[in-house]
Structures are given as structure tokens and as C-alpha cells.
């Protein structure tokens, strides 16, 4: 069975530091591109950032360029997501998503594999 699992959420102040990660089970991330989503109850579900399968190549939404770091570690099976500077805007779930398509885009639909998500809060 194809599984995603996102960890590491959490809460924090603002100014302050998360890593999250995607670890996959029934199947390996090798293969794939992967992206990191967020969802909060006033938004749509929107991209943050994704990497190629070899990690290569990242994207970013501009809202999180310079904050956010996304990386892999394929002996791992995870990808992670550096978050820094974090902003009470940057409450929400964050998922992770898998790319069979292997590519770098941030639209929900390119993606054919979903985790769960882990709650973000940010706040004093």
C-alpha cells in the first residue's frame, strides 16, 4: 500500500524554526518528484515547494523563497522541509504530495499521491 506520513509539525513562535518530514512506506520517493502543500481554513490548498527526484532542482512559491528549504535524502526514503523565520501567515496543515510525472511544478493536480498532513501553528 502506497503511503506518505508527514512529522514534525507543531507549535512555535513566531521568528522560529520547524523541520518536516515525508517519509513514504510501499513504495520509494526515488522515483518521484515531491512537493510540500499547505492548507489553511481560509485558503485553498496551496504549493510551497517541490524537488526532483535526484534533488537536483527545488521550487518555490515566492511567499516562503528564502525561509524554506526543501532537501532529500533518498537513502532515507524522507524529504524534508527547513522551515525558518516562520510567520503567524504560515499556519496551516502541510502536506506532502508524490509526482509520478517527475515534475517541478506547485499545482495540486500535477500530484498523484497525498499524506495526511501535519499541523503548523504559528504563534506567541
Known amino acids: 500500500q502506497v503511503q506518505l506520513v508527514e512529522s514534525g509539525g507543531g507549535l512555535v513562535q513566531p521568528g522560529g524554526s520547524l523541520r518536516l518530514s515525508c517519509s513514504a512506506s510501499?513504495?520509494?520517493?526515488?522515483?518521484?518528484?515531491i512537493g510540500w502543500f499547505r492548507q489553511s481554513p481560509w485558503k485553498v490548498r496551496e504549493g510551497v515547494s517541490c524537488i526532483n527526484s535526484s534533488g537536483a532542482l527545488t521550487n518555490y512559491a515566492d511567499s516562503v523563497k528564502g525561509r524554506f528549504t526543501i532537501s532529500r535524502d533518498n537513502a532515507k526514503n524522507t524529504v524534508y522541509l527547513q522551515m525558518n523565520s516562520l510567520k503567524p501567515e504560515d499556519t496551516a496543515i502541510y502536506y506532502c504530495?508524490?509526482?509520478?510525472?517527475?515534475?517541478?511544478?506547485?499545482?495540486?493536480?500535477?500530484?498523484?499521491?497525498w499524506g495526511q498532513g501535519t499541523q503548523v501553528t504559528v504563534s506567541s
Open positions: 504530495a508524490a509526482d509520478t510525472g517527475g515534475g517541478l511544478g506547485l499545482d495540486r493536480d500535477e500530484y498523484d499521491y
Open positions: 510501499g513504495f520509494t520517493l526515488d522515483y518521484y518528484s
